[in-house]
């Protein structure tokens, strides 16, 4: 009682409710955070986030140089974005030793404070009602799951968040700490995920501002400034180190690369909208018809700032091309400013009719996403890649393994080479990659199935075979 007394004290009574949205979903998202990445979905991204992580506390921690341990016979040296992400992973792992789960607290913990500061972002430039609403929509949205993932997707955009934030206190308090902060969340934010700095583009509402003239353009120079940091990571940096030592993380595509691979798939790309933003059908019909009311009855600023987002994000699209429809975590930046449009709608509502849906839309997504929070039975015999290699393989020595495309159990292997589709593992293709340095081969038995090879078997288990190479 003392405990919840003093929450009380603390947090502002219009504001409670928004907590206790904050903090139950919070809760919720504990289930199944020591859980390693092992989930069906996303699985692979995970593993590289903290493969990069692991690294820079095994070989030394080298910031501009993250590396990656699927890259074969080549340093494993990756053109990825700044790795601020797996440094926190990388600095907890420090003081508490490594564990395949601590990105998933501290992603938890970077996105519930981003959804509060989203609450208080909204209720300052609009309504309480309004920021009430749009968080019960963002919170149970992709964001929900995605939020525990280990990956920086929630972690960027919740950073670009608190950087608005702050961006808004400047203007009103007109303290430089608070510009200060703004520029370095937005430079983490963009850094982690180059798409938050679409959100930038939210500074159109700059213009119809009162305040003083300077800080408007203190707030610009900043943004163009961390705009500018990051375009010298992304078009110059990353280009340097794939060039240098020959491995890639993304492959941007040009203007009519991206429309064509678009238009191949534009059922996805719709259902990226329809549907995987906040796995409601309730919450997107919200989203349309409060972006309908909106342009009805929103002031002149909100419809320019809904075209400069839209435009913004539509070139991201485009540039992304075939990525961004088969990539559901790539609808994630463009979410909370749905979650505004849908807030719209249910505030335009009797309020009895507003909580009914909010609590339709929440039961509607939670159910679509709660497989996500539970690991499949058939995956778990994974964990045994560890012991297996570390009794078998020697630290340096180079191994191939059946992973497929994922670097998931080659992560799991925590050893360096190569991760084929168990259609490669032929004694040809083998042979080829022994010529690089492969000394071991690790064969997960359960998606390859019978196969005869020539070499030495040095271990032979109930999923997993180790062959000798040399």
């Not at 040296?77 to 992973?89: C, D, K, V, W």
């Not at 430089?176 to 959100?199: E, N, Q, R, Y």
């Not at 839209?310 to 609808?331: C, D, Q, R």
Request: proline content about 3%; charged content about 15%.
């Amino acid at each position: 009682m003392n405990t919840l007394a003093g929450v009380k004290a603390i947090v502002k009574k219009e504001d409670r409710a928004a907590v206790l949205i904050v903090l139950s979903a919070f809760v919720l998202r504990w289930v199944g955070i020591t859980h390693p990445p092992l989930e069906i979905n996303h699985s692979w991204r995970q593993a590289l986030t903290n493969m990069i992580a692991r690294n820079y506390l095994e070989t030394g921690y080298q910031f501009f140089f993250p590396q990656v341990d699927l890259a074969g016979n080549l340093s494993g040296i990756i053109g990825s974005e700044m790795p601020f992400f797996n440094t926190l992973i990388y600095g907890v792992s420090l003081v508490f030793g490594y564990e395949h789960w601590y990105g998933r607290i501290i992603n938890l913990m970077v996105s519930s404070a981003g959804l509060w500061f989203f609450y208080k972002l909204v209720k300052e430039l609009h309504s309480k009602k309004l920021a009430l609403y749009a968080l019960g929509i963002l919170t149970v949205s992709i964001w929900f799951t995605f939020s525990r993932k280990i990956m920086p997707d929630t972690f960027s955009i919740a950073l670009m968040i608190i950087g608005m934030y702050c961006a808004l206190q400047y203007l009103t308090t007109e303290k430089m700490g608070a510009l200060g902060l703004f520029f370095i969340f937005g430079l983490l934010a963009v850094g982690t995920k180059l798409p938050a700095v679409g959100w930038f583009s939210a500074l159109i509402l700059l213009f119809w501002s009162k305040h003083k003239t300077a800080l408007k353009i203190h707030l610009i120079l900043a943004a163009g400034f961390n705009a500018l940091i990051a375009y010298g990571w992304y078009f110059f940096w990353v280009p340097y180190l794939v060039e240098t030592y020959g491995y890639q993380l993304f492959f941007p595509k040009t203007l009519s690369q991206g429309f064509t691979e678009l238009a191949d798939l534009l059922p996805d790309l719709a259902e990226r909208f329809y549907f995987s933003a906040h796995y409601s059908f309730v919450a997107f019909a919200s989203v349309l018809l409060g972006l309908i009311f909106a342009f009805k009855n929103a002031s002149k600023k909100y419809i320019y700032l809904i075209f400069a987002v839209s435009f913004t994000y539509g070139l991201f699209i485009v540039k992304t091309g075939e990525v961004f429809p088969t990539h559901n975590y790539y609808i994630i930046p463009i979410v909370p400013f749905m979650a505004i449009a849908g807030g719209y709608f249910l505030m335009n509502l009797p309020k009895k009719w507003g909580v009914v849906l909010i609590a339709i839309i929440a039961v509607e997504s939670l159910a679509n996403q709660q497989h996500d929070f539970f690991i499949k039975d058939n995956q778990w015999y994974k964990l045994k890649l560890e012991a297996i290699a570390k009794s078998n393989v020697a630290k340096e020595e180079l191994i191939i393994i059946n992973g497929g495309n994922s670097p998931q159990q080659i992560y799991f292997t925590n050893r360096k080479g190569w991760t084929v589709l168990s259609e490669q593992i032929t004694p040809h293709f083998i042979d080829s990659l022994h010529s690089q340095g492969a000394q071991k081969l690790i064969l997960n038995q359960r998606t390859i199935g019978a196969i005869d090879l020539k070499y030495n078997k040095v271990y032979k288990g109930d999923d997993f075979f180790v062959y000798d190479l040399d």
